[in-house]
């Protein structure tokens, strides 16, 4: 095998998409030709791609027309190529892929990437989807030749969806590039809370979306200032269709002055590594990237219990994670892990299994076909 089609819906800012642009890059570092297809031809992420990576853009005329559309645009891709395997990583790919795939005159080998415990197949309602879309999802990866979790959780929950893939389900965690984290996290970082620090940092990161619940966050950062007396700063690196209804609330909550919203960073590393502690709120996750990213920083990580991937977390990791929702408890959560020292080095040692070197090898497995049974 010695060529590889990736299809992803974009190169938005979400871990998906960092992890697309990751594998990408290694595939064509191995001597692989690898043609990515876009469904929508954009995102932060397409300068990171190796210039090896022969993108391509699908018809976004067609995708406008739905799901029958979009089958028709993927397959119109597709169709202009012939390599071996194809990955599709997100839901609306992995959902069109099968059927697209089809429709090709060649029968490439199909592997699906979930990245997600709530998705299409268990939680249309959650995308505003009919239960009729549910049953084609649910179709769709049972033509996959092999699918991909990116936690032991994303697999229980694929699994229980569609109990009649799971000996064609691997769990792969996400991979991160630690040479490049830390060669970007030796970055100068000019801010006014860094250069002059008096203040304890505290970072988030994520879109800013209903299902990241920063609404808690802040919460707890006001309960920490106006009834506890503990003030830190805080800066929420990304950007998402809530930005200015968040920071509407900053305002109404008093803390407009001791949080900043960032935006999309090139380089967040060098704030990971001028931050004390890193804050998280999600409802719910698969096996969040900026976890990894934190750890391998050196931080500790206050969080709402979002489906946990015990593969990252230890039991002394655990102490600082709270219910989901519960803002006093983030709040002491971040108390304690602002007073709380830990080895640094200890956490950035967990996290060298996750090096994309050590991934790539494991997605390789799959994509031979030895590492599912189909």
């Not at 592997?111 to 505003?128: M, V």
């Not at 009649?164 to 996290?185: F, H, K, M, Q």
């Not at 998402?240 to 380089?267: C, H, K, S, W, Y």
């Not at 060098?270 to 502690?277: F, I, V």
């Amino acid at each position: 095998m010695n060529a590889i089609t990736v299809v992803v819906n974009s190169l938005g800012t979400g871990g998906a998409e960092k992890v697309t642009v990751l594998l990408c890059n290694y595939f064509v570092s191995i001597g692989l030709k690898v043609d990515l297809v876009l469904i929508r031809y954009r995102g932060k992420y397409l300068p990171q791609l190796d210039k090896r990576v022969n993108v391509l853009q699908t018809n976004e005329r067609l995708i406008r027309l739905g799901f029958v559309g979009r089958v028709v645009a993927l397959w119109q891709s597709l169709r202009r190529l012939d390599n071996s395997t194809i990955l599709s990583i997100g839901e609306w790919p992995n959902v069109t892929s099968p059927f697209s795939r089809v429709l090709l005159d060649y029968k490439p080998r199909l592997i699906l990437c979930e990245h997600n415990t709530r998705t299409f197949i268990n939680h249309p309602e959650e995308y505003k989807l009919s239960k009729i879309y549910q049953s084609i999802a649910r179709s769709a990866y049972r033509r996959a030749d092999a699918i991909v979790a990116v936690s032991e959780q994303v697999k229980q929950s694929v699994v229980a969806a569609i109990p009649s893939i799971c000996a064609r389900t691997v769990v792969i965690n996400n991979p991160i590039d630690l040479e490049r984290i830390n060669r970007l996290g030796e970055e100068a970082l000019d801010h006014r809370w860094v250069t002059n620090k008096k203040t304890p940092l505290l970072i988030a990161v994520g879109r800013l979306q209903s299902t990241k619940d920063y609404p808690t966050m802040l919460k707890a950062i006001s309960y920490l200032k106006n009834e506890q007396n503990e003030l830190s700063h805080l800066l929420i690196l990304g950007e998402g269709d809530l930005a200015e209804e968040l920071r509407a609330m900053t305002r109404e909550l008093a803390i407009d002055e001791i949080v900043e919203f960032m935006g999309f960073v090139e380089n967040p590393y060098k704030y990971y590594s001028h931050a004390d502690l890193f804050v998280h709120s999600a409802i719910y996750e698969g096996f969040p990237m900026v976890f990894i990213e934190a750890f391998a920083c050196g931080l500790s990580i206050a969080s709402t219990d979002c489906n946990i991937p015990k593969e990252i977390f230890y039991r002394e990791d655990m102490e600082l994670v709270v219910p989901i929702g519960d803002h006093r408890l983030l709040a002491q959560a971040i108390s304690k892990g602002l007073r709380t020292k830990r080895d640094p080095e200890s956490a950035k040692r967990r996290v060298e299994k996750f090096n994309v070197h050590q991934i790539g090898r494991e997605y390789m497995h799959v994509i031979s076909g030895e590492g599912t049974s189909s």
